[in-house]
């Protein structure tokens, strides 16, 4: 079974012949990636498009959303690929000086789900003082009107209800 979230083929800059091995040296010195598994870098990251434009993590070791791919969990509209493919990214909103507020959109809980993005934030963004904004779950009344207003209910709505409802 293929993973539906491996985006490693897709959305990443192009590099001539000659940047490439500056490019995998970079991502060996910088990021400490093994040499022999480069492509890891682009699971959910354009790492390519990051080095043509020489950006540089900031104190928490964190590069700018502009490359972040739509699986991505964070994939916000500050990425430039918001909007390709139909894949809109979520937003973040400040709190203070050095805590921000993350609202997933539709797109990124239909590939990550709820518990997913919980199980990420609790790794990787909570001790950063961030904040996950989820969407109340729906009840079957909700879905209900959603149905009876002729509206599409997302599919990650439908994955917390019961998995066997959503083809993967």
Do not use: C
């Not at 928490?60 to 969990?73: E, F, G, I, R, S």
């Not at 997933?104 to 609790?122: F, R």
């Not at 904040?131 to 439908?158: C, H, R």
Request: net charge negative; proline share 6%.
């Amino acid at each position: 079974m293929s993973d539906k979230r491996d985006f490693t083929e897709k959305y990443n800059t192009q590099l001539t012949p000659e940047e490439e091995p500056k490019y995998a040296e970079w991502l060996i010195n910088e990021f400490g990636y093994d040499p022999k598994n480069l492509e890891k870098a682009v699971y959910d990251y354009d790492m390519r498009g990051a080095f043509k434009a020489n950006l540089q993590m900031d104190s928490n070791k964190h590069l700018a959303d502009t490359y972040k791919k739509p699986n991505h969990p964070t994939f916000s509209t500050q990425s430039q690929y918001s909007g390709a493919d139909g894949y809109i990214g979520g937003n973040w909103e400040k709190i203070d000086e050095k805590r921000w507020k993350y609202t997933p959109s539709d797109a990124v809980l239909n590939l990550h789900g709820i518990e997913n993005m919980k199980k990420y934030w609790d790794r990787v963004e909570k001790a950063g003082g961030h904040e996950l904004n989820l969407p109340p779950m729906y009840d079957s009344k909700t879905i209900s009107k959603f149905i009876d207003e002729g509206k599409e209910v997302p599919a990650w709505v439908l994955r917390e209800i019961d998995p066997k409802l959503v083809d993967e």
